[in-house]
């Protein structure tokens, strides 16, 4: 394989023993707190990678829609969480297709979403498992807690259902009083949580205050991002996602502009900085159009010259991924592999 | 073909009568301004749309990076501009090969990205076209208007060359004096300048005060975006590309949360609205996670069910076509052609 010297810019190297460390490390941290650990593999979509997430001691994975996980399906993925409303009888279809052999676990929100998973399980005469997902401080998706033991019992009452437990996104301490009282509730009339799953970086570090939970959905601690760094749950150093770029202007004196604009690095910003360029730590990274990077050198004392390679960390990884056809890994400087992004743009 | 009904969410429709208004109405635009029409095919990234606007009357097309150019010379298209700043020997190398027969031509804004475009073209024994490309307000690429002459006079005098002109972007009225300065020292060196082309959907409607323009690159027209319908530059009606979503959670009576997250319509916002809803037009698409839509309903008196579909006007056409594979376009309900993004994520 070609050096990183020699790869076309712009395009994304992955460190992998860094990667390997940040997955060693996170499964370590769910085997000392008595957690499962379930990458989300939304961050990357490459099975090679999920593969070394599973062998360090996952037991399963999570995918947010459907086709993607096909793609993981199909390579032999066999314990899958969609932690996602699958509404709409195409869609309840093609799940209860995946989810022959119990390899897929759904959650639901709301008693239309059960009917409809209830529907296509019967029709494929299945027993489909169902979590219920407790509402959080996000307010995005999630049932409110006094909701919870109703969709419960619907799941539970259901012979091609099996109530398969609580989701909750993120699992921050914020949300463990109403956790306990859906606990409590389900407890109470005697319905067994097979599982309590939490999610989120913030929340992945306060676990120990969340005993409540069985597992922990985690994705972009394989990469980290400079998100993660602004948000002080990573440091620089194991951010093992790069988008390696060429400085292909440089107008002024203070500006510099790269070839890695927003269909690179996403549009995604961090309090307007588009990520952090390691070779030149005082640079601003200030705006992206689709094409080009803007780059502020003016509290630069060296600066780049055309045709400088420069290494940037993402503000968000899992949408860069998403971006790209492959994601580089490498040692040092060379490449160790090249692994196609096999589930990008499967959103449906 | 299937209906939209059965097309699985999210997805992309392009409303092909619409597109095709558009696209006569750029090119008979330019027709009445004596400009040659350059529609930039990074927006849509699909060969066969850009042969509609090669059949409209468009002189050429124009890409934003060699392997977007790349499928288009491998689909046959002939006359293409590559506005861009190509840099290193590798990318060079590329351009010369793919600069054969006249079909290629490029801009420089700096002595040394011009010296590696020689190099290249006299190793493959070529003349190369490049422009030169003017810096304006946008403060992203371009030579300040005092380097204009001294570069132009780089290309001319180099036997592997040939000064093709001037390249601006944005061409607003704002940079008419240099623009004006810059043609006057090249006239009074006795450089010929074949081409002065100008960009931008604004600048666009402002042709009239820029009469040195020979031609016009527009890219975001061919289906315009909210973004244009909030910079006054099109209507809502004239938006032919739509985001087909569905409801999948409605958590609380002023929220919904839709299938269409940043991996779908990106991350862009404008002002902190990601889209517009056409269904509902007083809901408020206020935020995007990689597979969630927030929705605010609070205004709505009509609110929509979980499993209803749900049209959105994405705020940046030209990035959500590089987030998908295929392209929908429709008659009304009416699939008639899936297009496949063939230049989707071809960055390098």
């Known amino acids: 394989m070609p050096p990183v010297t020699e790869l076309e810019t712009p395009c994304i190297l992955i460190d992998i023993p860094q990667m390997q460390a940040n997955i060693a490390r996170m499964q370590a941290h769910c085997d000392q707190h008595g957690l499962d650990c379930r990458p989300h593999v939304k961050t990357h979509k490459v099975p090679e990678i999920a593969q070394m997430q599973m062998e360090a001691g996952a037991v399963g994975i999570a995918c947010q829609k459907l086709s993607e996980a096909q793609v993981f399906i199909d390579e032999g993925f066999g314990n899958i969480q969609i932690p996602y409303n699958v509404v709409g009888p195409s869609k309840t279809a093609r799940l209860a297709d995946m989810a022959l052999y119990n390899r897929v676990t759904v959650s639901a929100d ?59 996104y993120p699992s921050n301490p914020i949300i463990r009083p109403a956790l306990q009282e859906a606990l409590d509730a389900l407890h109470r009339a005697g319905i067994g949580v097979d599982i309590v799953s939490g999610g989120g970086m913030d929340a992945a570090l306060r676990v120990h205050e969340m005993p409540e939970l069985t597992e922990l959905r985690v994705g972009t601690y394989i990469f980290n991002d400079y998100g993660s760094v602004r948000r002080g749950l990573a440091a620089l150093d194991e951010c093992a996602m790069t988008a390696l770029a060429t400085v292909v202007s440089r107008p002024t004196s203070d500006r510099a502009i790269l070839d890695s604009g927003s269909k690179t690095l996403s549009a995604i910003n961090d309090k307007g900085v588009y990520g952090f360029i390691l070779d030149y730590p005082d640079a601003i990274l200030y705006n992206l159009n689709e094409e080009h990077a803007f780059v502020d050198l003016s509290r ?49």
Chains 1, 2 share one sequence.
């Open 110 to 168: 709301h008693v239309s979403v059960i009917a409809g998973l209830s529907d296509a399980a019967a029709a494929n005469e299945i027993v489909l498992r169902v979590m219920v997902e407790l509402a959080t401080e996000l307010e995005r998706t999630g049932a409110p807690v006094s909701e919870v033991l109703q969709l419960a019992q619907k799941i539970d009452a259901d012979d091609h259902l099996h109530f398969a437990g609580l989701l909750v």
């Open 300 to 348: 630069c004392d060296e600066k780049p010259v055309i045709g400088e390679r420069v290494r940037i960390v993402p503000v968000q990884a899992g949408v860069v991924s998403n971006l790209h056809n492959q994601l580089f890994g490498v040692v040092g400087e060379a490449v160790e592999a090249i692994w196609t992004v096999a589930a990008r743009g499967m959103v449906w």
